[in-house]
């Protein structure tokens, strides 16, 4: 409820109050038996409906019995003549929503007043008497209804169609015999009527493609002459468009009477048409002209709202077709100074996309002038922007990083400052000549950073990409100045970005050794206890010690681990003889369902990038197979699989397989469930037929002795296969049984049973079962740490395909590996794309995929693949399976 402002002559002592602070329930409730007085107040009864309204509107829930007396109470002010109680009478009856024997009582009153002589009760009787009743008494006044639609009178007309939308989601079939009378209502010269007669014939016909695209086909002749009818036709015609699939050679069905829509009188439908234009399907860059030639127009109109809309649409089509929109960048730019501070960031971050390099200088000069006035969620969007900017034209980075320097050094909160270091962070990684100066100015930032999360993960990048440069000691004197200056948490990550320089900097081996040995006198255990590790690591004179391989990749390597895997390979592991291997924890990285991967469109970057992998099963699939005798030699678990349906939804026994992968053996376990309520299996088997699967061979089967109704159950077959070797091949399967009686009224099964057996379907066993899905921190610098020994590169041609998303996607899936940096993402109408992938082969060989596909105009995909790993033979194997 709307808060209200009272004004005195003094606008300094200006107070606002609601007149409905501290209204309490129970005292409404007393208040509402001004209802069953003789002599109605009109006045009195209309401010307790309305605190009555507000109550509710606000969660206040009311009692089944207080609710009754309530309604009963309101069924009497029908005997008032007071227009305005009349209404609000049918709010609060619409708002209770009486149960079905209550609403009896109303009905008479509400069908009196549907065919009244006044038309405000009649449209408010309609709307009140289709929200409360069912389908049985809505048969009854179905003829009233129909009458309504084709009323003279508008608002009885509005009131009966938006009705019927309602209906249409509860009582689909009386609202479709309807339909003569709504088609009469789509001619109406009511602008309102028209809008929703047009909205509630589309509904009826929303399932039927060919029915609706004949209701655009008649009604784009110009027939539609309300501008709100007309948007919404706009909307349905776009549908049109993207359900014909048709081409981009000139034949696009209506694209001539969107096109018309540009020259109507009303704005709303010229900024409509103009935005269905810009979003079609490959849309062209003739097809475009005529849409932005409009929305330049409303970037100079004297409407806040018409430029917010012209400058929110052109800043989307920038980002596919930005040379189309330069032509607006001169308007644009005199929107920077816009009081509406949307509309000014909205200008700016599109002038970024469309910006041409000589440009920049001018265009960065208005930006500084322009951050201190907005705030920061603005500042992020421009901030962005910049970013994408400096990876367009590389060769101003200098420009661009300088001005990110000089705003991360100003006032603003969190998210603000990491998303000016995540960008510095990516021109870094992508622009090599960035790399010095941008780490400069990082080091800089965290000398008065008062974010922790900031410092710490500024800390380790240094760590990574500082001894990469020409002069890593520069850096050693900030990271130093951190350890007697910051919170322990800070401290303690210096100390491990101070060795990482003095494992991979020869020269800075003994000037760290002297630091590290100062650390061993911090009153944190912490940093006490990371110094002491990274001591016994690097020898006294500043040499790395011969210690294991594993414990110098784990302390100076790329962690490559998703932190939950190793978080639940922690959890599970039980002390003994045998130490914690880090080579246990689980490298692959299980898939999000689709809505927690709300942002996946949006490419990682900064230091946000490393993927954290959700909780892996791996620990506990490979405890079970463990345990039981058969499988106990088979060694270290590699990978387990997604469950694969093997039996359709609701058949008498469900069934699932997950294909368990060791190094030279591999494991089906078959989930099975009985749905059968009268039946209990036993002695339940799998029999699997390997014909088309030569390479594997069958060891064992571990049965499962009885299953059930509704108690899942699982039997495994184990298979031999060659070491290290990705074999592949298709199983069909068979489940046997004994089936027995149970008695649905002692629950107890019959003695005697009847073998049956029920055929499930095939599954196959593929080269991607084999490969991990692992994700790199940096993909530029796990592709470089590879090298090029056993780099394999060759072209390929995928032929015709739908789009180049379909065809990464296909890649994707059949190589079974990790998209990297969101490059999984394909942009709408691009015709070339670069995916980045990685994973883990079987025998734990790194592997990365660099893929780049093209597509010509007869949609031919073409695709180069490069594979780097650890393994010659793993990178011919990639290939070929990509060949075959």
């Excluded at 709100?228 to 909307?235: E, K, P, S, V, W």
């Excluded at 603003?412 to 622009?431: L, M, Q």
């Excluded at 990749?553 to 914690?580: I, Q, R, V």
Aim: proline fraction near 4%; hydrophobic fraction near 40%; charge should be negative.
């Amino acid at each position: 409820m709307a808060q209200y402002v009272k004004k005195d002559d003094d606008r300094d002592e200006e107070a606002e109050y609601s007149p409905f602070s501290g209204i309490e329930k129970g005292a409404v409730l007393q208040e509402a038996r001004v209802f069953n007085d003789p002599q109605l107040d009109s006045r009195r009864c209309s401010q307790v409906i309305t605190k009555l309204l507000y109550l509710l509107n606000q969660g206040d829930s009311f009692t089944k019995t207080e609710a009754t007396e309530v309604f009963f109470s309101v069924t009497k002010l029908f005997q008032a003549r007071d227009i305005g109680l009349r209404r609000m009478v049918y709010l609060i009856i619409k708002e209770l929503s009486p149960s079905a024997d209550e609403v009896i009582i109303v009905t008479s009153s509400l069908m009196k007043d549907m065919n009244s002589k006044t038309d405000v009760y009649r449209a408010n009787a309609i709307r009140v008497l289709c929200r409360i009743t069912d389908g049985t008494l809505l048969t009854q006044i179905e003829r009233y209804l129909k009458q309504a639609i084709v009323d003279k009178n508008p608002v009885v007309a509005s009131a009966a169609l938006v009705s019927g939308i309602h209906l249409l989601q509860t009582n689909p079939e009386i609202v479709k015999r309807w339909s003569n009378e709504i088609q009469e209502a789509v001619q109406s010269r009511s602008a309102l009527v028209q809008f929703h007669a047009l909205a509630l014939l589309q509904q009826i016909r929303q399932n039927d493609r060919l029915a609706v695209s004949k209701l655009v086909t008649s009604l784009t002749k110009g027939t539609v002459r309300s501008p709100l009818a007309q948007c919404l036709l706009i909307r349905y015609t776009s549908q049109v468009i993207r359900e014909s699939n048709n081409s981009q050679t000139g034949d696009r069905p209506f694209y001539d009477y969107l096109e018309g829509c540009l020259r109507h009188k009303a704005e709303m439908v010229i900024f409509e048409a103009a935005r269905a234009i810009t979003e079609l399907s490959g849309v062209t860059s003739r097809e475009l002209t005529p849409a932005i030639t409009v929305l330049q127009l409303f970037l100079s109109s004297s409407k806040p709202v018409l430029r917010f809309a012209a400058v929110r649409t052109l800043n989307k089509v920038a980002m596919t077709h930005p040379m189309a929109v330069t032509t607006c960048n001169i308007d644009m730019e005199s929107l920077i100074s816009d009081q509406n501070r949307s509309i000014a960031t909205l200008a700016i971050t599109t002038l970024l996309k469309t910006g041409n390099e000589s440009g920049v200088d001018r265009l960065m000069k208005q930006i500084t002038n322009f951050m201190s006035d907005i705030a920061d969620e603005f500042k992020i969007v421009v901030v962005d922007a910049i970013r994408s900017l400096c990876l367009k034209f590389p060769l101003k980075f200098r420009t661009l990083m300088g001005f990110l320097s000089n705003i991360l050094r100003e006032e603003g909160g969190f998210e603000y400052k990491k998303a000016i270091v995540d960008s510095i962070v990516t021109i870094i990684r992508d622009i090599p000549d960035a790399k010095e100066s941008g780490l400069l100015h990082l080091c800089e930032f965290i000398e008065d950073c008062e974010f922790t999360y900031l410092s710490t993960q500024i800390l380790h990048f240094l760590g990574i990409e500082g001894p990469k440069t020409s002069d890593p000691s520069k850096f050693i004197r900030y990271i130093y100045n951190r350890v007697p200056l910051e919170n322990p948490t800070v401290r303690a990550s210096a100390v491990s970005t101070l060795a990482k320089f003095g494992a991979t900097v020869d020269s800075l081996k003994p000037r760290i050794f002297i630091l590290l040995r100062r650390c061993l006198y911090d009153n944190d255990d912490e940093v006490r206890d990371r110094a002491t590790l990274y001591l016994n690591t690097i020898g006294g004179d500043g040499s790395v010690v011969e210690t294991d391989k594993e414990v110098k990749e784990f302390l100076f390597g790329s962690f490559d681990l998703p932190l939950a895997n190793l978080e639940t390979s922690l959890k599970n592991y039980e002390p003994s003889e045998e130490p914690f291997s880090i080579r246990s924890v689980s490298r692959e990285v299980k898939s999000q369902p689709f809505a927690e991967k709300k942002a996946a469109a949006k490419k990682p970057s900064g230091l946000g990038a490393p993927p954290a992998g959700p909780t892996s099963t791996v620990d506990s699939c490979e405890k079970l197979l463990l345990s039981i005798p058969e499988f106990s030699t088979f060694g270290h678990l590699f990978k387990s699989s997604a469950p694969v349906e093997l039996t359709e939804a609701e058949t008498e026994y469900a069934v699932n397989v997950v294909k368990h992968i060791f190094d030279k053996h591999i494991v089906f376990q078959y989930n099975c469930t009985n749905t059968i309520p009268e039946q209990l299996l036993e002695d339940v088997t799998i029999v699997v037929d390997a014909s088309e699967a030569e390479e594997f061979e069958e060891l064992v089967t571990k049965p499962l002795k009885s299953l059930p109704y509704d108690t899942p159950g699982q039997t495994f077959v184990a298979f031999e296969k060659p070491e290290g070797v990705s074999a592949v091949g298709k199983f069909s399967n068979v489940l046997r049984f004994i089936v027995k009686e149970v008695d649905p009224s002692t629950g107890e099964a019959e003695e005697e049973g009847v073998e049956d057996e029920y055929q499930l379907e095939e599954f196959e066993v593929v080269s991607a079962d084999y490969m991990l899905k692992v994700g790199v921190s940096n993909f530029r610098n796990a592709w470089e740490n590879l090298g090029e020994g056993f780099e394999r590169v060759d072209e390929y041609g995928l032929g015709p395909r739908d789009s180049l998303k379909e065809a990464v996607s296909a890649v994707i899936n059949l190589l079974g590996m990790q998209p990297c940096e969101g490059t999984e993402v394909v942009a709408a109408n691009s015709r070339s794309h670069t995916c980045l992938l990685s994973g883990v082969y079987i025998g734990n060989v790194k592997v990365l995929v660099r893929l780049s596909f093209g597509v010509d105009s007869a949609k031919e995909v073409a695709m180069k693949l490069a594979v780097r790993s650890e393994d010659e033979s793993v990178s011919d194997a990639i290939h070929e399976l990509v060949a075959n």
